[in-house]
């Protein structure tokens, strides 16, 4: 008599950690984030880890230069101050509205498209742990970009200029967990307001249009001060001082965070948690 063939056994994948526990949720939350795109995850991490190392490299030698020629913060005193930190500041909100953006469209596809909500709510576990974890995944999948972008020269510039510096980092992570309870609140309020089926479409428009505001207002401000050609140092001088920008002033908080102003950096952490 011929054996019957073995059936062979498909290889579960573990999702680490207890069941039900937040790494097991995360490690759920990530594997759907890495399934929707267009590699595996394996392949997906190969590809990040190589242009992190590459942009790692590359920013080393550029900030082992251009590092020990910037002055350590923080930045608090003087007309130059003032703008150095506008520019900053302007960049925080340009960061802050594309992260609100993706983690609107992160969060209706979270909350309302999966339709799984339900189901894990009505599960034995805990509701608040699957709320944190599911908003916690939505900062992640919006943090990426700018901590890697951002990261590497941050890094450098702790050893070559400051361990201030550092206090950036910290900004970014929590401008990310902002803009994650941002983008609930107002996708909630979309919810109510319109409906579900109308929710998505605004949600798509709403972030497309919160995302480029910040940047074509910056591009306003190009465009209406440099005038007929490039300003020359004595111009840029004066405009510097014409402007005046007191870098005490309140709307610079978020710039002074960055920068390594430590009362400035722990009251944004007390405030955006």
Do not use: C
Not at 13 to 23: C, D
Not at 67 to 87: E, K, Q, S
Not at 133 to 156: D, E
Not at 208 to 237: C, K, L, S
């Amino acid at each position: 008599m011929s054996k019957a063939p073995k059936k062979s056994k498909a290889k579960s994948v573990s999702l680490g950690g207890k069941p039900g526990g937040i790494r097991w949720l995360m490690g759920h939350e990530l594997r759907l984030f890495w399934r929707r795109g267009k590699m595996n995850a394996s392949t997906g991490i190969i590809v990040l880890v190589l242009l992190l190392g590459l942009w790692s490299t590359a920013s080393f030698f550029i900030f082992m230069r251009i590092g020990p020629l910037i002055p350590p913060p923080p930045f608090n005193d003087g007309p130059y101050a003032g703008v150095a930190l506008a520019v900053v500041d302007v960049l925080i909100a340009f960061m802050g509205s594309v992260m609100m953006s993706s983690a609107i469209l992160a969060a209706v596809e979270a909350i309302y498209t999966r339709n799984d909500l339900d189901l894990l709510l009505s599960s034995p576990i805990s509701a608040w742990r699957i709320l944190v974890v599911r908003s916690s995944a939505i900062a992640l999948r919006a943090m990426p970009l700018y901590a890697g972008m951002l990261g590497p020269p941050l890094l450098w510039m702790t050893i070559f200029s400051s361990p201030l510096w550092l206090s950036g980092i910290v900004v970014i992570i929590t401008l990310a967990f902002l803009g994650t309870g941002l983008a609930l609140l107002i996708v909630t309020g979309l919810f109510r307001l319109l409906g579900p089926k109308r929710t998505r479409v605004f949600a798509q428009i709403f972030s497309a249009v919160a995302g480029a505001a910040i940047f074509i207002g910056f591009q306003y401000f190009n465009v209406t001060t440099r005038g007929d050609g490039a300003m020359t140092p004595d111009e840029t001088a004066a405009l510097v001082q014409r402007l005046n920008i007191d870098p005490n002033v309140w709307w610079l908080f978020p710039a002074r965070a960055f920068t390594g102003d430590i009362p400035a950096t722990l009251l944004w952490v007390v405030v955006v948690a």
